[in-house]
C-alpha cells in the first residue's frame, strides 16, 4: 500500500461508519410504526366488538319491546272484553242485583256548603223519600 491509499481507506471507512451509525436510529421509528400500526389494529378490532355487543343489546331490546307490545294488545282485548254491557247484565243477574223499582235521588252539597235546590227551590235531602 501505498501512502495515498491508507487515507483514502480511512476516509471511505470513515464514510461507512457514519453511513453505518445513521443506519441504526432508523429502526427505532420503524419499531416505533410497527407498534403504533398493532395499536390500531387492535382499537379497531376492540370498537368492532363492542358495536357487535351493542347490536345484540338493542336486538334483545327489540325483542323485548315487541313481546311488550303484543302483550299490551292482548290486555287490551281483555278489558275490552270485560267491559262489554252484556257480560256485566249476565254477571249482575247471576249475582242476583237487580234495577230498584223506586228511585230515590242522592245529593250531595257542593264544595262551598251551598245546597242544590230543586226547581221548586227546597234543598233536596238524601233518603228523605224513604224515611218514615
Not at 357487535?52 to 336486538?59: M, T
Not at 243477574?93 to 228511585?103: A, H, K, Q, S, V
Not at 230543586?118 to 218514615?132: F, K, N, V, W, Y
Request: no cysteine; charged share 25%; glycine share 4%.
Amino acid at each position: 500500500m501505498t501512502a495515498q491509499s491508507v487515507p483514502y481507506a480511512r476516509g471511505r471507512a470513515a464514510r461507512r461508519s457514519s453511513v453505518d451509525a445513521r443506519r441504526g436510529p432508523r429502526i427505532v421509528p420503524l419499531i416505533f410504526f410497527t407498534i403504533l400500526v398493532m395499536a390500531v389494529f387492535f382499537a379497531m378490532i376492540f370498537l368492532r366488538i363492542a358495536l357487535d355487543r351493542s347490536a345484540f343489546q338493542l336486538e334483545s331490546l327489540e325483542r323485548q319491546i315487541a313481546t311488550e307490545e303484543s302483550r299490551q294488545l292482548d290486555l287490551r282485548l281483555q278489558l275490552a272484553q270485560l267491559q262489554d254491557p252484556l257480560r256485566i247484565a249476565t254477571e249482575a243477574t247471576r249475582m242476583g242485583l237487580t234495577y230498584p223499582e223506586d228511585r230515590v235521588a242522592i245529593v250531595v252539597d257542593d264544595l262551598m256548603g251551598v245546597p242544590i235546590t230543586r226547581s221548586g227551590g227546597e234543598p233536596i235531602q238524601a233518603l228523605t223519600d224513604s224515611l218514615p
